[in-house]
């Protein structure tokens, strides 16, 4: 059973690659090598759901059987141990609608195949966008749209394409570019912000200890995938349902990724309703 999950980003998420680098940021984020899109790891995602499934099973040991969140669920048989698979499998997370500054106020911009992929959007959108935008929702193609320091032309609409409802209330405008000018947007508009390391015996900034990270900015929407492996365990019931409804309190304050103390991390999960499901794995 595979679900596909949607996620809205409440502060900036820094997946870090785990050192230093040459160029205009120091600390840089995971991208996919494929598209040079920055991603949350599925990793990243399975840790850290397996966390706060663990402490909402520690707390269920306190409560009487009829409180219990995860009453039936086998933390170690869905999520693995260091000597046995789990039965969850997390894939990477996927940047579907990325927000940009624009003269109109703030634009999400996304590509033909992403609405493909997550919503089943039918092959209405052309494949020759070029360099410009299609506008599908909350657009004046009247007037000129930027996006960041890009000015693009901007295409009417023509098509009935339709979002479910719970995205359309977080994204309000949304233009479709093409694959290659959703990277190099995506990039151009990343957050950086600059910090100094503090000593923690003065508590005051070390000399020449300046550096500067990236982030995925607050308002990016996700999609990600977890499927159950139902043939190898007898897992029975909507697990994948029990147990992002148990966390998702947990992502919604404590979040996800790194700089969690300087107020990145935060992610808001979509409501079951939205959750969609295919059988047959």
């Known amino acids: 059973m595979l679900s596909k999950i949607y996620a809205r980003t409440l502060d900036p998420i820094h ?34 759901i397996k966390a706060f499934a663990e402490i909402v099973k520690e707390e269920d040991e306190k409560k009487s059987d009829a409180d219990k969140k995860l009453k039936d669920i086998n933390i170690e048989e869905l999520f693995g141990t260091e000597t046995k698979k789990g039965a969850l499998h997390f894939y990477d997370g996927q940047i579907i609608f990325f927000p940009v500054s624009s003269i109109q106020g ?5 590509t033909k195949e992403l609405l493909r ?23 004046d193609t009247t007037k000129p ?18 979002l479910p409802s719970q995205i359309v209330d977080w994204v309000k405008r949304i233009v479709v ?12 508009n990343l957050e950086v912000r600059t910090s100094v390391r503090i000593d923690k015996d003065t508590g005051t900034a ?7 990270y990236e982030a995925i900015p607050r308002g990016t929407i996700f999609g990600f995938e977890i499927c159950l492996d139902r043939t190898r365990n007898s897992i ?46």
Request: include cysteine; proline fraction near 2%; charged fraction near 25%.
């Open 145 to 162: 749209l930027n996006l960041g320091w890009l000015l693009l032309e901007i295409k009417k609409n023509e098509t009935n394409q339709s």
């Open 236 to 281: 029975s019931g909507d697990v994948i349902k029990i147990v992002m409804n148990v966390v998702d309190l947990y992502l919604k304050n404590l979040g996800i990724g790194g700089m969690g103390t300087r107020g990145f991390g935060r992610l808001e999960i979509l409501k079951e309703s939205s959750i969609e499901k295919s059988s047959g794995v």
């Open 15 to 48: 997946i870090g690659t785990g050192g230093y680098r040459l160029g205009r940021v120091d600390n840089t984020i995971v991208r996919d090598p494929a598209t040079d899109v920055p991603k949350i790891p599925g990793t990243s995602i399975a840790g850290v």
């Open 117 to 139: 992929y997550w919503f089943g959007v039918k092959d209405e959108i052309s494949d020759n966008l070029g360099d410009k935008a299609l506008a599908l929702c909350g657009i």
């Open 106 to 110: 703030t634009v999400w911009i996304t």
């Open 177 to 188: 570019v093409s694959d290659k000018l959703f990277s190099h947007i995506v990039n151009d």
């Open 206 to 212: 070390v000399e020449r200890a300046l550096f500067t």
